[in-house]
């Protein structure tokens, strides 16, 4: 049975690559800070519209299997501890619920890592979606700490999800597809947003980087990785960017964000459409080091072979 970890699962985005994902019949570990919303979240996926692959095993009524053992932050003093029934194992994958305490703390997330590796072995697929966009405004009036902790949580969070799934890859000998996630400002300049733009624009850099690495030892052909440029998707970040006022995001960032939030911005469901792609090599054929937005025709670049040999979706000096 294939397995995924999604790491922030509780965003908007995560919703929709946990549907796309449990009907493409993976196992799951979900995995976030906040167990209160890791429970609202696999309670709102219950539905008998999201079906696995295999119709002829959904009867329309009995929910999805879910098992939810929520491991607790290495502070914290309470067992880990099943609060949805799992039900039968053969009608639906299994999705495993997992707190942690940050994105950039090792020890936590290595936790994450080994939980999921003792249930399903090393995972197939790992999807960081984990990330903050603040602070939001001038650079040189964005507090130290608040730019560092961006850094921190968007790039170095990224670096330990890529880490410890490549090496439990490696383990396993097993295949893996690593999707990271950039954002607005990795692409182009984006003033306000000098925090969350340097960030996403060195995950951009990190995932091309590992791929040579990959590459040089051989393994290109077992791990995949890539990021992906979601658009602008109606979450809490664009609620964030409008409470954040004229001063701080300028008068462009919030008419964006205003205009997404009334309906104009990217379906969540494109980035997980486009997740589900990467994760199958057979449809993907091994692409690899690429930002790809999730309105282009990634499709037709597999069989592409001027894509997949030159420099497109890689930041370069023009």
């Given amino acids: 049975m294939k397995s995924a970890l999604i790491i922030g699962a509780t965003s908007t985005i995560g ?12 196992d799951l570990t979900l995995a976030g800070r906040n167990s209160a919303k890791l429970d609202a979240l696999t309670a709102s996926i219950m539905d008998p519209a999201v079906k696995p692959r295999d119709d002829k095993k959904w009867n329309g009524t009995t929910p999805h ?3 939810s053992a929520i491991s607790q932050p290495e502070s914290a003093t309470s067992q880990p501890k099943s609060v949805i029934p799992r039900l039968d194992r ?13 994105i950039d703390d090792e020890k936590s997330l290595k936790n994450v ?48 999800v890529t880490k410890y799934a490549i090496k439990q890859a490696i383990a396993d000998n097993s295949p893996c597809s690593i999707i990271l996630f950039s954002g607005g400002g990795a692409a182009y300049a984006r003033p306000n947003f000098s925090a969350y733009g340097c ?46 006022g004229l001063g701080c995001a300028g008068s462009n960032e919030i008419k964006n964000a205003k205009e997404v939030t009334q309906g104009a911005g990217s379906p969540p469901e494109k980035a997980a459409k486009l997740c589900l792609f990467l994760a199958d090599r057979s449809k993907n054929n091994g692409l690899s080091g690429r930002l790809i937005h999730v309105n282009e025709a990634y499709e037709d670049y597999a069989n592409n072979s001027d894509y997949i040999m030159n420099d497109k979706g890689m930041l370069r000096r023009l």
Avoid at 15 to 26: P, S, W
Wanted: proline share 4%.
């Fill in 65 to 67: 299997q879910f098992e």
């Fill in 15 to 26: 919703k929709a690559i946990i549907e796309a994902f449990i009907r493409d019949g993976y």
């Fill in 113 to 160: 890592f080994n939980n999921h590796h003792a249930k399903y072995g090393a995972p197939n697929v790992v999807i960081n979606l984990a990330a903050i966009q603040a602070p939001i405004g001038k650079t040189w009036e964005s507090s130290n700490d608040d730019w560092q902790k961006n850094i921190h949580t968007n790039l170095f969070g990224s670096f330990l």
């Fill in 199 to 244: 960030s996403k624009t060195a995950v951009v850099r990190l995932a091309e980087t590992v791929f040579r690495e990959l590459e040089e030892e051989g393994l290109n052909k077992q791990i995949q990785i890539n990021s992906i440029a979601p658009g602008a998707v109606n979450s809490p970040m664009m609620t964030e960017i409008i409470e954040s």
């Fill in 90 to 102: 053969g009608i639906h994958p299994e999705i495993f619920c997992q707190t942690f305490s940050a």
